[in-house]
């Protein structure tokens, strides 16, 4: 009986031995879990994100809802909604910012400011809130700031943050930085007229009155307010009065009196055109007619008193002029037309101290102007400083 063979090891079965195909269909088994598992921690992730950012952006609602009736609740909710946001959330910094100045909190609103990366995301009203209010309490810096990020908006707002960074660089006695932002909103803004009034304004308080004169004319070309054009007008006229051009006073006076009746400052700086056109008792009678309506001012004593030295009434000119100079020591046409009555009075002793003062005055007022350009480019520099300081207080600023 014969034997049935062995399979040879060549002719087993494939099956039972591991081979380069069983091998790959592992490895790309392997490979598919991996990307499956890749893939669950993306949309793990993303789902991460996304829940997070419905968080957030439910908690900011949450919390500009309660910053009106619940500032600290509101404050509360916006750290929440940063947080949820993984720390950059601009709208909910800014309005973090809002209701920590709402209590009173400035040191934590100014810090809070700084930490956000992307004003553009920004409201520009709500910055522009921000720097109202940090101006009404004298918080500086953050009104700087946020005025200057909603500056870098652009919309109806801008208009009024760039005002208001004027008036901030004014008051701090920066007049060559308040010019440069009036050119900027000047171009940013070609149509408008406030620019221009205002860079008039810095000009005639700085004596630039020739480019006073220019800025006030472009003003009025640029069709403003009714309001602002009087104001315009009025302050172009003085100007004029002031360098002795009286037929083109009188052109902008005749415009004035054709739109309104004159009152106020404005009626006596037409009593001081009429005293150029020689016409001492109608300015008089517009004198004793603006006193009769608001009271005897420093400027309408003075005015009036000028015209009685003018017609020889020296003891009325003296009497006037010393309650002027009792009213206000730090005018310099008070000081000076005084000590001219006293002369023509025939007491030089009582001249002189008015004299001096005069002098003294005329010097610093042209000193200052100096002293402010030089800070501008040394700001550090404390002899500038010290011979500011006193200056000011000579000039009673």
Not at 66 to 78: F, I, M, N, T, V
Not at 153 to 167: T, V, Y
Not at 261 to 289: F, V
Request: hydrophobic residues 40%.
């Amino acid at each position: 009986m014969s034997r049935s063979k062995r399979p040879s090891r060549d002719n087993r079965p494939a099956s039972r031995v591991p081979g380069k195909s069983s091998l790959t269909t592992r490895r790309y088994g392997m490979k598919a879990l991996g990307l499956t598992l890749l893939g669950l921690g993306l949309c793990s992730f993303l789902y991460y994100q996304y829940s997070s950012r419905l968080t957030a952006r439910a908690d900011y609602l949450r919390a500009r809802e309660s910053l009106a009736h619940d500032p600290r609740e509101a404050e509360r909710l916006a750290e929440l909604a940063v947080d949820d946001a993984g720390g950059n959330y601009p709208e909910a910094q800014l309005l973090r910012c809002r209701a920590l100045a709402m209590t009173g909190e400035w040191e934590a609103t100014l810090g809070c400011f700084s930490l956000i990366r992307d004003f553009k995301a920004c409201d520009a009203t709500d910055l522009l809130e921000l720097g109202e209010s940090a101006i009404q309490a004298g918080e500086w810096k953050v009104a700087m700031e946020s005025l200057a990020a909603s500056v870098a908006k652009p919309g109806a707002h801008a208009s009024h943050a760039r005002e208001l960074l004027i008036r901030l660089d004014l008051q701090f006695r920066r007049p060559e930085d308040a010019l440069q932002r009036c050119r900027e909103w000047q171009v940013a803004e070609p149509t408008a007229a406030l620019p221009w009034a205002i860079s008039g304004d810095i000009n005639t308080s700085r004596i630039n009155f020739a480019s006073a004169m220019h800025d006030y004319r472009q003003a009025l070309q640029r069709s403003p307010s009714p309001a602002l054009q009087t104001e315009i007008r009025s302050s172009l006229a003085q100007l004029l009065i002031h360098t002795g051009d009286t037929f083109a006073a009188r052109r902008e006076f005749d415009k004035l009196i054709t739109a309104a009746p004159l009152s106020g400052k404005l009626q006596l700086s037409y009593a001081q055109l009429l005293r150029t056109e020689g016409r001492n008792l109608d300015a008089l009678a517009e004198i004793d007619q603006h006193i009769l309506r608001n009271g005897p001012s420093a400027e309408s004593l003075k005015l009036r008193g000028i015209i009685h030295l003018d017609e020889g009434h020296v003891s009325d000119a003296v009497r006037d002029l010393k309650d002027s100079v009792k009213a206000n020591p730090f005018d310099i046409g008070a000081q000076h037309k005084l000590a001219q009555a006293y002369l023509q009075s025939g007491d030089p002793a009582a001249a002189q101290p008015h004299s001096d003062a005069s002098r003294k005055l005329t010097d610093a007022t042209y000193r200052i102007s100096e002293v402010e350009e030089q800070l501008n480019s040394d700001p550090t520099n404390s002899k500038l400083q010290r011979e500011l300081a006193s200056l000011r207080a000579i000039l009673g600023r």
